[in-house]
Each structure stands twice: as C-alpha cells, then as structure tokens.
C-alpha cells in the first residue's frame, strides 16, 4: 500500500501522538475527543502503524470527528495548535505553499481514514452511562464519603486517559463506565453500602452481563496505558 503524503511540518517519529493535549486546546468537548480518539485507534487497527502518518491521521481524526459530532473545527486552527504542540515558541503558520500543501494532507487523510473505516465512524461511548453510574453510587453512599473522596473527578480522569488506548473498540461503553468507577472506588477505599448481603454485586446492577474478569481486563489494559504513556519521548 502507497504512504499517504508526510505532514512537512509535524514529524517526529512514529509513537501515538497525544491527541488529548491538542483537542482540549481546540476547545473541543469530551464526545468530539473521544470519537477522534476511537478514529485514530480504529484505523491503526486496520492498517499497519508505519504504512502512515500517526500525526497527519490524529489531525485527520480531529477534523473528521468534529464533523461527526457537529463541534467543526477549522483545519487552520488544528495545524496551528499541532505546529505549536511541536514549536511551542512558534508563530502560527504563515499562509505559504507549505501550509496548503499540509492543509490538503490533512484532507486527503480525511478522505483515506473514512475508506478505511468504510464510513462507520459513529460510536457509543461510555460517558452517558458513567454519569448515570455515578449519580446512582452518590445516592448509595452517605454524604461524609462520597464528599471526601475525589471518586467522581477519578472515574472521569480515568474514562478520558482511557482513550489513549483502543479500549473503546475491544469493550462494551458500559463496561468501561462501570470498571473505572470500580477502579475509582478502590482507588480511595470506598466501599458500597450492603455489599456482602446484596444478592449480586453493585455494578452487576448497571449490566447484567458484566463479570469480574471483564473488569480485571479493563483495570488492567488501563493500567497499561499508563505504563506506555510513561515510555512516550
């Protein structure tokens, strides 16, 4: 398979470019990221990781998830932001042959993924359920544990770290709310009401065909991420 075009300005290797970073200085919202994400992961599932560019995919997978979730981005601003991310003491680009030359790789990379993907670049993600599962544990909970343990901020830090990884595509959205809730919760030790004389156990309650060891593999590909985001350059 032919290479797609080299950003000119971007390239530093070939490990995964942390999207987060640049689509939070995007102003993008969470489901925007995390669709950007789910492209990214989803293509480099497909296709081998050195037959392309993984940053001109990531800034194709900004522009096309803004598209999809109908937060658009402009590419002027996500070639800006990713040149800045590289050159932090960088101006903006000027409008030079350089610059559309960038611009129409970004284009064609749209155009390359969406084949790829054959089109399907909608996704569930596990953010409705976790607030929903969060709202559910808070109410369970008497007031002095829940306000004195960060479960909440926790459980949404490890969703979104979540996404550096592919575990959007390999795991049921709730079955991810309910294992970074449940990492969350042992995290700071708190333990939900009643659990020994409850019939089943409480995040057997969000999904009935959730087990312990689906949640073990979840906490565990976590943790992996942040193991190779410690080997990151």
């Known amino acids: 398979m032919n290479s797609s075009p080299r950003s000119p300005q ?15 200085k995007l102003g993008m919202r969470s489901i ?8 990214y992961h989803k293509f480099f599932c497909e296709i081998d990781l050195d037959a392309y560019d993984p940053y001109l995919v990531a800034m194709s997978s ?4 803004g598209k999809v979730e109908e937060q658009r981005l402009r590419t ?8 800045r991310y590289f050159h932090p003491d960088s101006e903006p680009l000027e409008l030079d042959s350089r610059f559309w030359e960038l611009r129409d790789s970004i284009v064609q990379c749209e155009l390359l993924v969406l084949r790829v993907l054959r089109f399907q670049v909608s996704f569930q993600h596990p953010h409705k359920y976790l607030l929903h599962y969060l709202l559910s544990v808070k109410n369970w909970l008497n007031r002095y ?12 830090a490890l969703l979104r770290d979540s996404y550096h990884g592919g575990l ?11 294992a970074v809730l449940h990492l969350a919760l042992q995290a700071y030790g708190v333990e939900v009401p ?3 004389e409850a019939e089943k156990p409480w995040w057997q309650v969000f999904s009935e065909d959730l087990t312990k060891p689906i949640i073990d593999n979840i906490v565990s590909d976590l943790i992996q991420i942040y193991t190779m985001d410690t080997e990151i350059p």
């Open 10 to 24: 971007l390239e530093e290797g070939h490990v995964q470019p942390r999207r987060t970073q640049r689509s939070v």
């Open 32 to 39: 925007p990221i995390a669709t950007a994400c789910a492209i």
């Open 62 to 65: 900004l522009y096309l998830a």
């Open 76 to 83: 002027r601003d996500i070639i800006n932001v990713s040149n």
């Open 145 to 156: 544990s829940w306000q004195r343990s960060p479960v909440s901020i926790t459980a949404w």
């Open 168 to 178: 959007c595509l390999r795991f049921q959205a709730q079955h991810i709310a309910v």
């Open 194 to 196: 009643a659990e020994a």
